[in-house]
């Protein structure tokens, strides 16, 4: 018996290893970040930085700089194996943070190309996406900002901005179900490329598997997040307040949301529907250079402005998610929920820009940091 | 004829061992089979499927209430007579031996596509055998120890899940029962072959410590927890995923962790895998051993022979069993459909037979 156990053991070892799969990371090319874009006659080109240690000295160590491959071809996956050939060892993208798609790629089908993704076991579904004004490519291409290899930058770029309420917090799986769900849409962010700068310029407005082309800037998009209830660690407004104060600074205050509190309400009567959001915000004032904060009075003033210009701004938001037929705050779903007799005797397609949505933002200044 | 039976095992062990062999190869795919069918209204799906169950753990019940120190194959000799049930025992064990190869193809099936692509199949039915029947010389104590201890595991798995509830969206299920009552009931039908186990049970009772009270008891509290934890997953799947999608994903309880990273860990998925893996592990256990069982039934002496016979031949047909996936499913729908037959029909059989023949343990042999 004990003999047999021996064998037995001695076998096991042999199995566990699992040297079928293994797979050498001294083999692989890490992928940290794609990009790709609509080519010409329909062809896909993608981009893929590849990290790599470059040699500094004789006695090993080096800094890490980006290897960058590209390849076009018909299938995300065609492009994949071209590029496989052009690297030495096994191209490998389960590591790969974040993918960027070009404009013109995202306005035909963004399902399509992250087909590979979902179907293949191996990748990785957390990661960030975003989608890029003009070229994907040209981003990519920059393969440093400063010290930060690129792709680590852009990823942590679209990071910062989630934390600061720009941008919602996504990833490619977190999509994917949006893009089948029928009764809700969603926004990606859109990075934009100037000079050798990178910054976040808004989101993109989706509707289905498709970008719309319209956009939200910057704070639109922040106060359409706290709309969609989607508030990330802060989110911060400048506003003009006051008219006619010199200097010109003076008439603006920075405010910081500290809380909101939403509250969606869908109301719907035959083929009527009547969307409206509450939206409650605490706010802490950031910069006021009149400092007259001390008054109760003026605070309710500033608060009164406030609400009024925020509430002007959301009602330009839910304009132009309309008016791209986006259904970013899932109002759709809600009828599905809820309103199920409703939504069967609409087009969601041809009804959802025609449907009552009013915004009403009320604001209020609790605190105003160590100084009044 | 009848001799004395030890009660060797306790409730809880009794309890584990029912929820350890119910809880399997199924889950993963649980929440897609049901929502083929039910759409979003699958968790009640699952509650009703958990009554179902009940019922037939009352009919199991009553049955072995009257055979207070047998298990099945002996219940079958003395109500159906040497021959009948001898042949009937017979089936049982083929059933069983049919549900032991199933849950090895299935498994082996889901691990490839998910982490092991390249390794060929023989391998992992030959990691299975091997533990398998290790540990299936053992008593059933032992076993029921074994048990006992990788239930802790299940706990992992809760906790694992709950890492979704950062992105889900409760109006996915609305508006509740949408689906209409057939399709919800059709929906049970899938859960209940995912709940298949709880007729362990018919070969347990006699070895359970207590009274005949008491283990209705512990089988309705395994049912119970199984049925709240597949209603839980259930749920938590469908509020992931739109309706839609989730009509594409096969295994979307694993598919759902791929999208979750923390500091240090990644790919939840793969960490799932692995626990559920011990599982499906324990599922395989219960019915070789219920094979092996059925097997000694037939047999005066006692000897570990038969056990490496029919591992060698379980391994053998595994290995030849063709790789396409629509064979196995012809397969698989083949004994699921059959096992109403033994966890229902054979069982209610035999309590109206020894009803009408006044048959009880104790009584004279037919």
């Given at each position: 018996?004990?003999?047999?156990?021996?064998?037995?053991?001695?076998?096991?070892?042999?199995?566990?290893?699992?040297?079928?799969?293994?797979?050498?990371?001294?083999?692989?090319?890490?992928?940290?970040?794609?990009?790709?874009?609509?080519?010409?006659?329909?062809?896909?080109?993608?981009?893929?930085?590849?990290?790599?240690?470059?040699?500094?000295?004789?006695?090993?160590?080096?800094?890490?700089?980006?290897e960058?491959?590209?390849?076009?071809?018909?299938?995300?996956?065609?492009?994949?194996?071209?590029?496989?050939?052009?690297?030495?060892?096994?191209?490998?993208?389960?590591?790969?943070?974040?993918?960027?798609?070009?404009?013109?790629?995202?306005k035909?089908?963004?399902?399509?190309?992250?087909?590979?993704?979902y179907?293949?076991?191996?990748?990785?579904?957390?990661?960030?996406?975003?989608?890029?004004?003009?070229?994907?490519s040209?981003i990519?291409?920059?393969?440093?900002?400063?010290?930060t290899?690129?792709?680590?930058?852009?990823?942590?770029?679209?990071?910062?901005?989630?934390?600061?309420?720009?941008?919602?917090?996504?990833?490619?799986?977190?999509?994917?179900?949006?893009?089948?769900?029928?009764?809700?849409?969603?926004?990606?962010?859109?990075?934009?490329?100037?000079?050798?700068?990178?910054?976040?310029?808004?989101?993109?407005?989706?509707?289905?598997?498709?970008?719309?082309?319209?956009?939200l800037?910057?704070?639109?998009?922040?106060l359409?997040?706290?709309?969609?209830?989607?508030?990330?660690?802060?989110?911060?407004?400048?506003?003009?307040?006051?008219?006619?104060?010199k200097?010109?600074?003076?008439?603006?205050?920075?405010v910081?949301v500290?809380?909101?509190?939403?509250?969606?309400?869908?109301?719907?009567?035959?083929?009527?529907?009547?969307?409206?959001?509450?939206?409650?915000?605490?706010?802490?004032?950031?910069?006021?250079?009149?400092?007259?904060?001390?008054?109760?009075?003026?605070?309710?003033?500033?608060?009164?402005?406030?609400?009024?210009?925020?509430?002007?701004?959301?009602?330009?938001?839910?304009?132009?998610?309309?008016?791209?037929?986006?259904?970013?705050?899932?109002?759709?779903?809600?009828?599905?929920?809820?309103?199920?007799?409703?939504?069967?005797?609409?087009d969601?397609?041809?009804?959802?820009?025609?449907?009552?949505?009013?915004?009403?933002?009320?604001?209020?200044?609790?605190?105003?940091?160590?100084?009044? | 004829?009848?001799?004395?039976?030890?009660?060797?095992?306790?409730?809880?062990?009794?309890?584990?061992?029912?929820?350890?062999?119910?809880?399997?190869?199924?889950?993963?795919?649980?929440?897609?089979?049901?929502?083929?069918?039910?759409?979003?209204?699958?968790?009640?799906?699952?509650?009703?499927?958990?009554?179902?169950?009940?019922?037939?753990?009352?009919?199991?019940?009553?049955?072995?209430?009257?055979?207070?120190?047998?298990?099945?194959?002996?219940?079958?000799?003395?109500?159906?007579?040497?021959?009948?049930?001898?042949?009937?025992s017979?089936?049982?064990?083929?059933?069983?031996?049919?549900?032991?190869?199933?849950?090895?193809?299935?498994?082996?099936?889901?691990?490839?596509?998910?982490?092991?692509?390249?390794?060929?199949?023989?391998?992992?039915?030959?990691?299975?055998?091997f533990?398998?029947?290790?540990?299936?010389?053992?008593t059933?104590?032992?076993?029921?120890?074994?048990?006992?201890?990788?239930?802790?595991?299940?706990?992992?798995?809760?906790?694992?899940?709950?890492?979704?509830?950062?992105?889900?969206?409760?109006?996915?299920?609305?508006?509740?029962?949408?689906?209409?009552?057939?399709?919800?009931?059709?929906?049970?039908?899938?859960?209940?072959?995912?709940?298949?186990?709880?007729?362990?049970?018919?070969?347990?009772?006699?070895?359970?410590?207590?009274?005949?009270?008491?283990?209705?008891?512990?089988?309705?509290?395994?049912?119970?927890?199984v049925?709240?934890?597949?209603?839980?997953?259930?749920?938590?799947?469908?509020?992931f995923?739109?309706?839609?999608?989730?009509?594409?994903?096969?295994?979307?309880?694993?598919?759902?962790?791929?999208?979750?990273?923390?500091?240090?860990?990644?790919?939840y998925?793969?960490?799932?895998l692995?626990?559920?893996?011990?599982?499906?592990?324990?599922?395989l256990?219960?019915?070789?051993?219920?094979?092996?069982?059925?097997?000694?039934?037939?047999?005066?002496?006692?000897?570990?022979?038969?056990?490496?016979?029919l591992?060698i031949?379980?391994?053998?047909?595994?290995?030849?069993?063709?790789?396409?996936?629509?064979?196995?499913?012809?397969?698989?729908?083949?004994?699921?459909?059959?096992s109403?037959?033994?966890?229902?029909?054979?069982?209610?059989?035999?309590?109206?037979?020894s009803?009408?023949?006044?048959?009880?343990?104790?009584?004279?042999?037919?």
């Amino acid at each position: 018996m004990k003999k047999l156990m021996l064998i037995f053991l001695t076998i096991s070892i042999v199995l566990l290893t699992g040297c079928w799969d293994q797979k050498l990371l001294k083999d692989a090319r890490l992928v940290y970040g794609s990009a790709f874009d609509l080519a010409e006659d329909g062809r896909i080109h993608t981009t893929a930085a590849i990290r790599t240690l470059q040699r500094i000295g004789p006695s090993g160590g080096g800094k890490p700089v980006n290897e960058l491959v590209t390849a076009e071809g018909d299938t995300v996956r065609e492009t994949r194996m071209k590029m496989d050939e052009k690297v030495s060892g096994t191209f490998s993208a389960e590591k790969n943070r974040i993918f960027l798609l070009g404009e013109d790629l995202a306005k035909q089908d963004i399902y399509s190309v992250f087909d590979i993704l979902y179907r293949t076991p191996e990748s990785n579904l957390s990661a960030s996406v975003g989608i890029v004004n003009g070229k994907a490519s040209d981003i990519l291409k920059m393969s440093k900002k400063g010290e930060t290899l690129i792709s680590e930058y852009t990823y942590e770029l679209i990071e910062s901005a989630v934390q600061h309420t720009t941008v919602p917090h996504e990833n490619i799986q977190s999509i994917c179900t949006l893009m089948f769900d029928p009764g809700r849409d969603f926004v990606l962010p859109l990075l934009d490329k100037r000079d050798n700068e990178v910054a976040v310029d808004g989101v993109g407005l989706i509707h289905g598997r498709k970008y719309t082309g319209h956009k939200l800037s910057n704070e639109q998009a922040g106060l359409f997040l706290l709309l969609d209830d989607n508030y990330g660690k802060t989110a911060r407004f400048v506003k003009k307040v006051n008219k006619g104060q010199k200097p010109d600074i003076n008439n603006y205050v920075t405010v910081n949301v500290m809380n909101s509190k939403r509250k969606l309400d869908v109301q719907a009567k035959g083929r009527n529907v009547k969307v409206s959001i509450g939206l409650q915000l605490n706010l802490t004032v950031n910069e006021y250079p009149l400092d007259t904060l001390a008054k109760k009075t003026t605070i309710k003033d500033l608060d009164k402005k406030l609400s009024e210009k925020f509430t002007n701004e959301a009602k330009e938001v839910v304009s132009k998610l309309q008016e791209a037929n986006c259904d970013a705050l899932g109002i759709g779903r809600n009828l599905i929920a809820f309103h199920n007799e409703t939504w069967k005797q609409l087009d969601w397609e041809k009804d959802y820009p025609t449907i009552t949505i009013i915004p009403k933002i009320h604001v209020n200044i609790l605190g105003s940091g160590i100084i009044q | 004829m009848t001799k004395k039976r030890n009660k060797t095992i306790t409730k809880l062990q009794a309890f584990f061992l029912i929820v350890q062999t119910q809880i399997g190869v199924g889950v993963l795919s649980l929440p897609f089979d049901v929502h083929k069918v039910a759409q979003k209204d699958g968790w009640i799906s699952a509650f009703i499927a958990g009554i179902g169950v009940q019922l037939s753990i009352f009919l199991i019940w009553f049955l072995n209430k009257r055979f207070p120190s047998l298990h099945i194959f002996e219940i079958n000799q003395k109500v159906l007579g040497k021959w009948v049930g001898s042949v009937t025992s017979l089936f049982y064990l083929v059933y069983y031996f049919g549900i032991f190869l199933l849950i090895n193809l299935l498994a082996t099936r889901i691990i490839k596509t998910w982490a092991f692509p390249h390794t060929p199949s023989w391998v992992f039915y030959l990691i299975f055998t091997f533990l398998i029947t290790y540990i299936c010389i053992e008593t059933l104590r032992v076993i029921a120890r074994f048990y006992v201890f990788v239930s802790l595991f299940i706990v992992l798995l809760i906790a694992i899940s709950l890492t979704a509830y950062s992105l889900v969206d409760f109006r996915y299920i609305f508006p509740i029962g949408e689906a209409g009552i057939s399709n919800i009931l059709k929906g049970s039908k899938q859960v209940l072959l995912s709940m298949l186990g709880f007729e362990f049970l018919l070969f347990l009772y006699p070895f359970i410590e207590g009274d005949e009270k008491s283990i209705l008891k512990t089988a309705t509290l395994a049912n119970v927890f199984v049925t709240v934890l597949y209603v839980f997953l259930i749920f938590t799947t469908l509020i992931f995923f739109t309706p839609t999608e989730l009509n594409i994903v096969p295994e979307p309880l694993l598919y759902m962790l791929k999208s979750f990273h923390f500091r240090v860990l990644e790919r939840y998925d793969l960490l799932f895998l692995s626990i559920w893996i011990v599982s499906v592990l324990t599922s395989l256990i219960t019915y070789f051993y219920l094979t092996v069982k059925g097997m000694e039934s037939f047999r005066k002496k006692r000897s570990n022979i038969p056990i490496y016979m029919l591992s060698i031949l379980g391994y053998i047909i595994l290995t030849f069993f063709p790789e396409d996936p629509f064979k196995l499913q012809r397969f698989s729908s083949f004994l699921t459909n059959l096992s109403y037959l033994f966890f229902c029909g054979f069982p209610l059989l035999l309590l109206i037979v020894s009803l009408l023949s006044k048959r009880k343990e104790g009584e004279g042999q037919a």
